[in-house]
């Protein structure tokens, strides 16, 4: 269970990211507030599904307190946390809390989009919502970790066309076996992260993209707006100029295959069923 914005902005706006198995955030278990139809009110909507709250199904007031004691009370335990792994026997309960039919989809090809932003399928207000609704808290589930560890390629292809056809007949092949996650990026992209994101790259690849490199970036958004000529693009402006006293972000190998080939995808393969990384790559 999660009461984080970032997760309820993942929910409101069906965000997918790179993770190729997951889909979009997404579920069907969900704790929110929403305006009545007559706009005199607001009501709370609890479909989390959750054992931990039986008792206060009935009491709004009730049921949020419960939520917040348990997460942010003082006296909050691990253990606490552990009653709301156990789901309710109830409708909600059995609700799915990931979009089960999302590794079809993507894998069938027709007139249709499968990968995509605003998605309104689901009986769930809190899908797609775009902050029309208010959310508290949401149920995800969780997914099965690779058994072995992840391998990491990069595909280089003459054609637009060509790299089309690796996605659908390779990648897109087979629901079952999914790769991990896949990025496409063109020369144009290679070559403006070449010239002017070598910086970048180096610091996100010592710092991650936590906290410090939060504050860092903030650093800059902060630079930029001071009252002073070309605030606004000095930093951009040095990144730019000191780019090339740093190393080429990928392998020389890598660099030397953009130079003869347009098109690159950087994907990511694991071990999700017995043999699946095998026969994926054979």
């Not at 409101?12 to 190729?20: I, M, N, R, W």
């Not at 897109?172 to 996650?181: F, K, M, V």
């Not at 000529?229 to 392998?251: E, Q, R, V, Y």
Request: aromatic share 8%.
């Amino acid at each position: 269970i999660f009461l984080n914005p970032s997760v309820a902005a993942g929910v409101a706006f069906g965000s997918g990211g790179t993770q190729l198995r997951k889909g979009p955030s997404y579920t069907e278990r969900a704790l929110f507030a929403r305006v009545l139809e007559d706009g005199k009110g607001v009501e709370l909507v609890n479909t989390l599904g959750l054992s931990a709250l039986d008792g206060t199904k009935e009491n709004e007031r009730e049921m949020v307190s419960t939520l917040d004691s348990i997460f942010f009370g003082d006296n909050s335990k691990s253990s606490d946390h552990n009653s709301l792994q156990s789901s309710a026997q109830d409708e909600h309960g059995s609700s799915p809390a990931h979009m089960t039919t999302y590794k079809e989809d993507v894998c069938t090809f027709d007139d249709s989009v499968s990968r995509h932003n605003a998605d309104i399928s689901g009986p769930c207000d809190a899908n797609r919502s775009e902050g029309k609704v208010l959310i508290l808290a949401t149920v995800h589930d969780t997914f099965p970790k690779s058994a072995k560890p992840i391998k990491t390629f990069w595909l280089s292809f003459e054609s637009l066309e060509m790299a089309l056809a690796f996605r659908k007949e390779v990648a897109l092949e087979n629901p079952a076996d999914l790769p991990s996650s896949m990025e496409y990026m063109d020369r144009d992209a290679f070559d403006v992260v070449n010239e002017s994101g070598r910086i970048l790259c180096h610091m996100t690849r010592l710092l991650g993209v936590g906290d410090r490199m939060a504050q860092l970036w903030n650093l800059k958004l902060f630079i930029e707006t001071l009252p002073i000529p070309g605030s606004d693009i000095i930093c951009d402006f040095a990144l730019h100029t000191f780019n090339n006293l740093f190393p080429k972000p990928l392998p020389q190998r890598i660099m030397e295959v953009n130079k003869a080939m347009d098109h690159h995808i950087m994907m990511e393969v694991g071990e999700y069923s017995e043999n699946g990384q095998e026969r994926f790559l054979s």
